[in-house]
């Protein structure tokens, strides 16, 4: 979850020349201030329990994150927020100045005076569950008008606060963000998401084209058999595609008598949502831990040999708009099927403060933090998805188990062995005659490959082997990556 946990996550001046058309974006950690937890000790999940709308957290105030916009822009890097206005804190919070930046609540009298918010802002009186909670996700009134986790649930169906949320956004647009993942969007209705939406901001034209409008996902867990459905936020802008990663990883796992073969139709046909509706992303921050959804299929970088086939996959895949994740080390601690430890926030230090990112001098990451956004397979990917953008799958060859290999049109060609047999076969590949550099066992560095090379003939047809405990389970070329 670096998501901008990192206090500064923005690598632009670690961009190759070589890569610079590559446009980095940066989902970040809710800025805004939030509930400081003492039990357990500072839970990464704080930061979704907001307090205020003021930029104060654990990741810095306004003006650092004024700062940390501004550099990235500057560097092409763009920054999109995490919003949390479905709820504020929860409803036995207490009361006092237990907000990051020490702002006053009451959870019981439902008052925020920082916002300020007071209970005639909250949809208890309409939530009919004994408890005030979601207690059937069948029932929608209960979905959208209900405490998810306890926590008190805003009424976004009023103007006063509607307005509330609108000057927040905007305020984070005017500093140069560059658009939103809604928390929770399942748990507010899509008209009122619709209305705030439509009163936002353009983008800052300091670093924006005028008239550019925010980019907008939303988080709607929808895995089927719910009342709540993706589709009905599809007018609003992208939405989660959470089949995504369970069904890929439960491919990869090889569970339910799956195979990589079966990837041959991804995408629609696996009951996922119309490619340009699909946010995807292997893992998050609740799944990659055992929150949200996806449960043990869930693959990420505890488990790297086969994450990085799953997240070379999907950026390989033209399906959906994809996201990586980038992470910090916990002491993961199993007992019968779940995490204790699944709480434990970002590496700090005995005051709560986060611990800054050591970079290497080979550009891994140090300090506890994973950075698999610095791991050479995902982003050499992250390549060569932009190498290849726009073009559909051609080539598409398997072994009717779990031995893969697709071209995307003449740009770019995958081979995956996720077999416990080696790999050795000869390929139309679509691609121009050439040398080219395996950008998984290495990279292209001027005229020369730090990994294996790959001959495509003039008929376009190469030779691909990958034994089956080789290091590395999979092949990319494209053609910047031609020697
Ligand atoms: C989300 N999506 O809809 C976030 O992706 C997810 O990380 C958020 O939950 C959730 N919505 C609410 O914004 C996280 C943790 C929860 C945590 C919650 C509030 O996954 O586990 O709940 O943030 O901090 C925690 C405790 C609960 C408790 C609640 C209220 O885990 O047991 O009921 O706090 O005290
Ligand atoms: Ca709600």
Redesign the pocket.
């Known amino acids: 979850m670096a998501q901008g946990l990192l206090p500064c996550p923005c690598p632009g001046t670690r961009i190759r020349p070589a890569y610079s058309y590559l446009r980095p974006k940066i989902k970040i950690s809710p800025p805004n201030e939030n509930?400081v937890?003492m039990n357990p000790w500072r839970?990464?999940?704080?930061?979704?329990?907001p307090v205020s709308y003021k930029l104060c957290s654990r990741s810095g105030n306004e003006s650092e994150f004024r700062d940390m916009v501004t550099r990235c822009n500057n560097v092409g890097v763009h920054i999109y927020v995490?919003v949390?206005f479905?709820?504020m804190?929860?409803?036995?919070?207490g009361s006092g100045n237990r907000g990051i930046c020490n702002s006053y609540f009451n959870a019981e009298r439902h008052d925020f005076p920082s916002v300020p918010y007071s209970r005639f802002d909250f949809n208890d009186p309409i939530c009919k569950t004994p408890s005030g909670d979601i207690e059937n996700y069948s029932d929608p009134i209960q979905v959208r008008y209900c405490r998810?986790?306890?926590?008190l649930d805003l009424s976004q169906w009023k103007d006063d606060v509607r307005s509330k949320i609108i000057d927040f956004l905007n305020h984070l647009i005017d500093l140069g963000v560059a658009g939103f993942r809604i928390?929770?969007?399942?748990?507010i209705r899509p008209e009122d998401i619709n209305v705030i939406l439509t009163k936002l901001n353009n983008l800052n034209a300091r670093w924006f084209t005028k008239g550019s409008r925010p980019f907008i996902y939303q988080?709607v867990?929808d895995l089927g058999g719910e009342a709540v459905q993706s589709s009905e936020y599809f007018r609003n802008g992208r939405v989660t595609e959470f089949k995504y990663g369970m069904q890929l990883g439960t491919v990869l796992r090889k569970w339910n008598e799956q195979k990589m073969a079966n990837l041959k139709s991804w995408g629609e046909s696996w009951h996922m949502m119309p490619s340009n509706k699909a946010f995807v992303f292997v893992d998050?921050?609740?799944n990659q831990r055992g929150?949200?959804s996806g449960g043990s299929s869930i693959l990420t970088f505890w488990n790297p040999r086969l994450y990085k086939m799953a997240v070379g996959f999907m950026l390989a895949h033209p399906y959906g708009f994809t996201r990586i994740m980038s992470s910090y080390w916990w002491p993961k601690d199993i007992q019968n099927g779940t995490d204790l430890n699944?709480?434990v926030g970002p590496p700090s230090n005995s005051d709560g403060s986060i611990k800054p990112v050591t970079i290497y001098a080979n550009e891994t990451c140090g300090n506890g933090w994973i950075c698999e956004h610095r791991w050479d397979e995902i982003r050499n990917m992250v390549i060569f998805r932009n190498v290849v953008y726009g073009e559909p799958i051609t080539n598409w060859w398997d072994n009717n188990n779990n031995q893969v290999a697709f071209g995307r049109a003449g740009k770019g060609f995958v081979v995956f062995n996720n077999d416990d047999r080696n790999l050795l076969v000869i390929l139309p590949t679509g691609l121009p005659a050439g040398v080219y550099c395996d950008v998984i066992s290495g990279r292209k560095e001027g005229k020369t490959c730090t990994g294996i090379q790959i001959h495509v003939a003039a008929n376009g047809m190469a030779r691909f082997q990958i034994n089956y405990q080789a290091k590395h389970p999979f092949i990319a070329i494209h053609v910047e990556a031609r020697l």
């Open positions: 509930l937890v839970p990464w999940w704080e930061r979704y329990q995490d949390v479905n709820h804190l929860n409803s036995a919070a998810l986790y306890g926590l928390d929770a969007a399942k748990h988080e867990i998050n921050h609740d929150h949200g699944d709480w």
